[in-house]
Protein backbone atom coordinates (compact mmCIF):
# COMPACT_ATOMS: atom_id res chain seq x y z
CA UNK A 1 0.00 0.00 0.00
CA UNK A 2 2.72 2.54 1.03
CA UNK A 3 4.81 1.62 -1.98
CA UNK A 4 1.79 2.33 -4.17
CA UNK A 5 1.25 5.32 -2.74
CA UNK A 6 5.06 6.49 -3.23
CA UNK A 7 4.95 5.42 -7.28
CA UNK A 8 1.39 6.73 -7.72
CA UNK A 9 1.89 9.92 -6.42
CA UNK A 10 4.71 11.33 -8.34
CA UNK A 11 2.80 10.30 -11.80
CA UNK A 12 -0.43 11.08 -10.59
CA UNK A 13 0.29 14.34 -8.97
CA UNK A 14 -1.17 16.28 -11.35
CA UNK A 15 -4.33 14.27 -11.76
CA UNK A 16 -4.14 14.09 -7.65
CA UNK A 17 -4.39 17.39 -7.18
CA UNK A 18 -7.01 18.03 -9.47
CA UNK A 19 -9.24 14.84 -8.14
CA UNK A 20 -8.67 15.81 -4.19
CA UNK A 21 -11.32 18.78 -3.73
CA UNK A 22 -13.96 16.47 -4.96
CA UNK A 23 -13.21 13.75 -2.51
CA UNK A 24 -12.88 15.87 0.85
CA UNK A 25 -15.04 16.22 3.56
CA UNK A 26 -16.15 20.14 2.15
CA UNK A 27 -16.56 18.70 -1.20
CA UNK A 28 -18.86 15.90 0.19
CA UNK A 29 -21.04 18.27 2.59
CA UNK A 30 -21.21 20.85 -0.60
CA UNK A 31 -22.24 18.08 -2.93
CA UNK A 32 -25.24 17.24 -0.57
CA UNK A 33 -25.96 20.77 0.27
CA UNK A 34 -26.73 21.47 -3.45
CA UNK A 35 -29.27 18.86 -3.51
CA UNK A 36 -31.66 20.37 -0.03
CA UNK A 37 -34.91 20.80 -0.32
CA UNK A 38 -37.59 20.31 2.52
CA UNK A 39 -37.19 16.47 1.16
CA UNK A 40 -34.40 15.94 2.54
CA UNK A 41 -32.95 19.12 4.96
CA UNK A 42 -33.67 17.40 8.24
CA UNK A 43 -31.88 13.92 6.81
CA UNK A 44 -28.46 16.48 5.99
CA UNK A 45 -28.82 18.06 9.51
CA UNK A 46 -28.67 14.95 11.55
CA UNK A 47 -26.28 12.97 9.16
CA UNK A 48 -23.88 15.74 7.84
CA UNK A 49 -20.53 17.37 9.62
CA UNK A 50 -21.51 20.56 11.58
CA UNK A 51 -24.92 22.46 11.57
CA UNK A 52 -24.30 24.12 8.19
CA UNK A 53 -27.82 23.64 7.10
CA UNK A 54 -30.54 25.82 8.32
CA UNK A 55 -33.01 24.19 10.32
CA UNK A 56 -35.83 22.15 8.52
CA UNK A 57 -39.00 24.20 8.37
CA UNK A 58 -40.77 21.15 10.55
CA UNK A 59 -41.08 23.07 13.74
CA UNK A 60 -44.74 22.44 14.69
CA UNK A 61 -46.80 25.39 15.85
CA UNK A 62 -46.64 26.74 19.08
CA UNK A 63 -42.66 25.78 19.40
CA UNK A 64 -40.00 23.71 18.03
CA UNK A 65 -39.55 19.94 18.30
CA UNK A 66 -37.97 18.67 21.75
CA UNK A 67 -34.39 18.96 21.24
CA UNK A 68 -33.01 16.68 23.58
CA UNK A 69 -36.11 14.03 22.86
CA UNK A 70 -35.40 13.88 19.78
CA UNK A 71 -31.46 14.04 19.84
CA UNK A 72 -29.63 11.15 17.97
CA UNK A 73 -29.42 8.66 20.33
CA UNK A 74 -31.40 9.68 23.06
CA UNK A 75 -32.85 7.87 25.12
CA UNK A 76 -30.71 4.63 23.66
CA UNK A 77 -30.15 1.84 25.94
CA UNK A 78 -32.81 3.22 27.88
CA UNK A 79 -35.54 1.57 26.93
CA UNK A 80 -37.31 5.18 26.87
CA UNK A 81 -37.69 4.18 30.55
CA UNK A 82 -35.93 7.99 31.33
CA UNK A 83 -38.00 10.58 32.80
CA UNK A 84 -41.02 11.74 31.07
CA UNK A 85 -40.88 15.21 29.68
CA UNK A 86 -43.68 17.25 30.04
CA UNK A 87 -46.66 16.54 27.36
CA UNK A 88 -46.96 19.99 25.64
CA UNK A 89 -42.93 19.09 24.70
CA UNK A 90 -43.62 15.95 22.71
CA UNK A 91 -47.41 15.30 22.02
CA UNK A 92 -48.29 16.13 17.90
CA UNK A 93 -51.14 14.71 16.33
CA UNK A 94 -50.97 11.41 13.97
CA UNK A 95 -53.09 10.95 10.93
CA UNK A 96 -53.45 9.24 7.94
CA UNK A 97 -51.02 9.84 5.15
CA UNK A 98 -52.13 6.96 2.55
CA UNK A 99 -55.14 4.42 2.30
CA UNK A 100 -53.09 2.27 4.39
CA UNK A 101 -50.94 4.11 6.00
CA UNK A 102 -50.79 5.75 9.04
CA UNK A 103 -48.47 8.10 11.11
CA UNK A 104 -47.84 8.11 14.57
CA UNK A 105 -46.22 10.62 16.10
CA UNK A 106 -44.48 12.60 18.30
CA UNK A 107 -43.13 16.08 17.51
CA UNK A 108 -39.97 14.67 17.15
CA UNK A 109 -39.80 10.98 16.06
CA UNK A 110 -42.55 9.05 13.78
CA UNK A 111 -43.68 5.08 13.90
CA UNK A 112 -46.09 4.20 11.26
CA UNK A 113 -48.63 1.42 11.00
CA UNK A 114 -49.35 -0.06 7.77
CA UNK A 115 -52.78 -1.52 7.63
CA UNK A 116 -53.21 -5.06 5.87
CA UNK A 117 -56.31 -7.24 5.46
CA UNK A 118 -55.18 -9.29 8.21
CA UNK A 119 -53.62 -6.77 10.66
CA UNK A 120 -51.06 -4.18 11.42
CA UNK A 121 -47.87 -4.42 10.89
CA UNK A 122 -46.31 -1.31 12.78
CA UNK A 123 -42.81 0.09 12.02
CA UNK A 124 -41.10 1.65 15.20
CA UNK A 125 -43.09 2.45 18.94
CA UNK A 126 -41.21 5.99 20.05
CA UNK A 127 -40.13 6.52 23.44
CA UNK A 128 -42.20 4.40 25.93
CA UNK A 129 -43.52 7.33 27.43
CA UNK A 130 -45.68 7.88 24.16
CA UNK A 131 -46.53 4.96 24.06
CA UNK A 132 -50.18 5.23 25.25
CA UNK A 133 -51.19 8.75 23.88
CA UNK A 134 -49.35 8.15 20.42
CA UNK A 135 -49.41 4.64 19.95
CA UNK A 136 -52.80 2.85 22.29
CA UNK A 137 -54.72 6.09 21.85
CA UNK A 138 -53.34 7.74 18.43
CA UNK A 139 -54.22 4.09 16.85
CA UNK A 140 -57.84 4.67 18.11
CA UNK A 141 -58.43 8.12 16.77
CA UNK A 142 -57.33 6.79 13.77
CA UNK A 143 -59.65 4.23 13.81
CA UNK A 144 -57.06 1.56 14.29
CA UNK A 145 -57.25 -1.48 16.98
CA UNK A 146 -53.86 -1.71 18.51
CA UNK A 147 -54.47 -5.36 19.48
CA UNK A 148 -54.69 -5.96 15.94
CA UNK A 149 -50.93 -4.71 15.59
CA UNK A 150 -49.37 -8.59 14.30
CA UNK A 151 -45.90 -7.35 13.75
CA UNK A 152 -43.59 -4.69 15.40
CA UNK A 153 -40.17 -4.32 13.01
CA UNK A 154 -38.13 -1.90 14.94
CA UNK A 155 -35.41 0.46 12.32
CA UNK A 156 -33.00 0.24 15.33
CA UNK A 157 -33.13 -0.28 19.18
CA UNK A 158 -32.48 2.99 19.91
CA UNK A 159 -34.99 4.53 23.09
CA UNK A 160 -36.76 6.84 20.60
CA UNK A 161 -37.76 3.94 17.96
CA UNK A 162 -37.95 0.84 20.09
CA UNK A 163 -39.07 2.45 24.20
CA UNK A 164 -42.37 1.63 23.40
CA UNK A 165 -41.63 -2.70 22.20
CA UNK A 166 -41.63 -3.82 25.56
CA UNK A 167 -45.08 -2.03 26.73
CA UNK A 168 -46.46 -3.52 23.35
CA UNK A 169 -45.26 -6.83 23.40
CA UNK A 170 -46.55 -7.40 26.95
CA UNK A 171 -49.83 -6.21 25.94
CA UNK A 172 -50.51 -7.55 22.81
CA UNK A 173 -47.84 -9.99 22.14
CA UNK A 174 -47.23 -8.91 18.31
CA UNK A 175 -43.69 -10.90 16.64
CA UNK A 176 -41.33 -8.35 16.75
CA UNK A 177 -38.79 -7.97 14.49
CA UNK A 178 -35.11 -7.03 14.44
CA UNK A 179 -31.80 -7.87 13.13
CA UNK A 180 -29.44 -9.64 15.11
CA UNK A 181 -27.15 -7.12 15.93
CA UNK A 182 -29.76 -4.85 16.97
CA UNK A 183 -31.48 -7.38 19.00
CA UNK A 184 -27.69 -7.44 20.32
CA UNK A 185 -28.03 -3.77 21.39
CA UNK A 186 -31.77 -4.14 22.58
CA UNK A 187 -30.64 -6.90 24.97
CA UNK A 188 -28.34 -4.49 26.99
CA UNK A 189 -31.84 -1.97 27.51
CA UNK A 190 -32.32 -1.74 31.34
CA UNK A 191 -35.51 -3.81 31.04
CA UNK A 192 -35.27 -5.58 27.40
CA UNK A 193 -37.86 -7.09 25.37
CA UNK A 194 -38.27 -10.57 24.69
CA UNK A 195 -36.23 -11.89 21.74
CA UNK A 196 -38.32 -12.86 19.07
CA UNK A 197 -37.86 -12.82 15.32
CA UNK A 198 -34.57 -11.79 13.16
CA UNK A 199 -34.89 -9.68 10.30
CA UNK A 200 -33.07 -10.86 7.27
CA UNK A 201 -31.76 -8.80 4.20
CA UNK A 202 -34.11 -8.47 1.99
CA UNK A 203 -36.20 -10.34 3.63
CA UNK A 204 -40.74 -10.30 3.02
CA UNK A 205 -42.74 -9.81 5.64
CA UNK A 206 -46.42 -10.61 4.05
CA UNK A 207 -49.65 -9.64 6.18
CA UNK A 208 -52.60 -10.54 4.74
CA UNK A 209 -52.83 -8.73 1.25
CA UNK A 210 -49.48 -6.55 2.01
CA UNK A 211 -45.72 -7.18 1.42
CA UNK A 212 -43.14 -4.77 2.80
CA UNK A 213 -39.70 -5.68 2.31
CA UNK A 214 -36.67 -5.14 4.92
CA UNK A 215 -33.28 -4.56 3.89
CA UNK A 216 -30.54 -4.36 6.55
CA UNK A 217 -28.64 -1.40 5.70
CA UNK A 218 -26.06 -0.78 8.78
CA UNK A 219 -24.10 2.28 9.49
CA UNK A 220 -26.42 3.81 12.33
CA UNK A 221 -25.99 1.22 14.41
CA UNK A 222 -24.96 -2.37 13.66
CA UNK A 223 -28.01 -3.82 12.34
CA UNK A 224 -30.02 -0.82 11.27
CA UNK A 225 -33.24 -1.74 9.02
CA UNK A 226 -34.46 -0.05 6.05
CA UNK A 227 -38.21 -0.36 4.22
CA UNK A 228 -39.95 -0.60 1.13
CA UNK A 229 -43.93 -0.11 2.11
CA UNK A 230 -46.19 -0.65 -0.55
CA UNK A 231 -48.67 2.41 -0.26
CA UNK A 232 -51.89 3.33 -1.91
CA UNK A 233 -53.65 6.96 -2.13
CA UNK A 234 -57.12 6.77 -3.19
CA UNK A 235 -56.70 3.34 -4.82
CA UNK A 236 -53.47 4.15 -6.74
CA UNK A 237 -50.55 2.19 -5.95
CA UNK A 238 -47.17 4.15 -4.62
CA UNK A 239 -44.05 2.70 -2.73
CA UNK A 240 -42.66 4.44 0.34
CA UNK A 241 -39.04 4.22 1.20
CA UNK A 242 -38.00 4.79 4.61
CA UNK A 243 -33.63 4.77 5.78
CA UNK A 244 -34.28 3.26 9.12
CA UNK A 245 -30.76 5.21 10.64
CA UNK A 246 -29.69 8.79 9.43
CA UNK A 247 -28.17 10.16 12.29
CA UNK A 248 -23.68 10.33 12.21
CA UNK A 249 -21.36 11.94 14.27
CA UNK A 250 -17.22 12.48 15.00
CA UNK A 251 -18.13 9.14 17.08
CA UNK A 252 -19.56 7.20 13.95
CA UNK A 253 -16.63 4.47 13.75
CA UNK A 254 -14.60 4.53 10.28
CA UNK A 255 -16.38 0.92 9.66
CA UNK A 256 -19.97 2.05 10.23
CA UNK A 257 -19.54 5.00 8.11
CA UNK A 258 -17.88 3.06 5.78
CA UNK A 259 -20.88 0.36 5.85
CA UNK A 260 -23.19 3.41 5.97
CA UNK A 261 -22.00 4.36 2.60
CA UNK A 262 -22.45 1.30 0.89
CA UNK A 263 -25.66 0.65 2.18
CA UNK A 264 -27.20 4.08 1.38
CA UNK A 265 -25.88 3.28 -2.18
CA UNK A 266 -26.94 -0.19 -2.56
CA UNK A 267 -30.47 1.00 -1.20
CA UNK A 268 -30.79 3.92 -3.55
CA UNK A 269 -29.97 0.88 -6.31
CA UNK A 270 -33.25 -1.22 -4.62
CA UNK A 271 -35.25 1.46 -4.27
CA UNK A 272 -34.23 2.97 -7.93
CA UNK A 273 -35.40 -0.28 -9.23
CA UNK A 274 -39.04 -0.54 -6.80
CA UNK A 275 -39.91 3.08 -7.99
CA UNK A 276 -40.48 4.26 -5.01
CA UNK A 277 -41.93 8.14 -5.37
CA UNK A 278 -42.80 8.39 -1.59
CA UNK A 279 -40.15 9.10 1.75
CA UNK A 280 -41.11 8.03 4.96
CA UNK A 281 -38.84 8.74 8.07
CA UNK A 282 -38.55 7.78 12.06
CA UNK A 283 -37.93 11.08 12.86
CA UNK A 284 -39.98 14.14 11.98
CA UNK A 285 -37.25 17.09 10.95
CA UNK A 286 -36.02 14.35 8.06
CA UNK A 287 -38.62 15.57 5.38
CA UNK A 288 -40.75 18.24 7.17
CA UNK A 289 -43.04 15.44 8.16
CA UNK A 290 -45.19 17.19 10.89
CA UNK A 291 -45.90 19.81 8.13
CA UNK A 292 -46.54 17.48 5.68
CA UNK A 293 -49.03 15.78 7.56
CA UNK A 294 -50.47 19.07 8.27
CA UNK A 295 -50.71 19.64 4.63
CA UNK A 296 -52.04 16.12 4.01
CA UNK A 297 -55.06 16.68 6.98
CA UNK A 298 -55.91 20.32 4.76
CA UNK A 299 -56.01 18.11 1.36
CA UNK A 300 -58.96 18.95 -1.18
CA UNK A 301 -60.34 16.55 -3.59
CA UNK A 302 -58.34 16.21 -6.88
CA UNK A 303 -55.20 17.89 -4.78
CA UNK A 304 -52.02 15.29 -5.11
CA UNK A 305 -50.67 13.77 -1.94
CA UNK A 306 -48.17 15.37 -0.50
CA UNK A 307 -46.30 12.57 0.57
CA UNK A 308 -45.43 11.14 -3.13
CA UNK A 309 -42.37 13.25 -4.01
CA UNK A 310 -41.70 11.27 -7.08
CA UNK A 311 -38.62 8.78 -7.41
CA UNK A 312 -36.07 11.40 -7.98
CA UNK A 313 -36.35 12.94 -4.71
CA UNK A 314 -36.38 9.92 -3.19
CA UNK A 315 -32.70 8.80 -4.49
CA UNK A 316 -32.00 12.41 -3.70
CA UNK A 317 -32.76 11.63 0.18
CA UNK A 318 -30.39 8.66 -0.34
CA UNK A 319 -27.47 10.53 -2.06
CA UNK A 320 -27.64 13.74 0.31
CA UNK A 321 -27.04 10.83 3.52
CA UNK A 322 -24.60 8.79 1.75
CA UNK A 323 -22.60 12.10 0.52
CA UNK A 324 -22.75 13.39 4.26
CA UNK A 325 -21.25 9.84 5.49
CA UNK A 326 -18.43 9.96 2.82
CA UNK A 327 -18.01 13.73 4.12
CA UNK A 328 -17.69 12.50 7.57
CA UNK A 329 -15.47 9.60 6.22
CA UNK A 330 -12.96 12.21 4.60
CA UNK A 331 -12.63 13.99 7.52
CA UNK A 332 -12.01 10.74 9.11
CA UNK A 333 -9.07 10.31 6.62
CA UNK A 334 -7.73 13.51 7.04
CA UNK A 335 -9.17 15.33 4.10
CA UNK A 336 -10.91 18.02 5.59
ZN1 LIG B 1 -30.92 6.09 16.39
Redesign the pocket.
Known amino acids: MQMARLVLIPILSSAAVLAQPSDTGTAHKAAATALLNSNNTGAAHLACPAAIFPEPSANPPGGGPPRVAGA ?2 AG ?1 GAGGRGATPPRENWYAEGGQVFDNLYMLTTKANSAWAVKTSAGIILIDTLFGYAAQDEIVDGMKKLGLEPAEIKYIVVS ?1 A ?1 G ?2 DGAVKFLQDTYHPHVILAPKDWELAARQATPYTHDMDATDGEKLTLGDTTITIYITPG ?2 GGTLSFLVPVKDHGVPHMAMEWG ?1 T ?1 LSGNTSKEMLQSYISNAGRFRDIVDGSGADVIIGNHTEYNDALARLERTKARKPGEANPWVVGKAEVGKYLTVVEECAKSWLAIDEGRP
Do not use: E, V
Request: charged share 20%.
Open positions: PGRHHDHHTGA
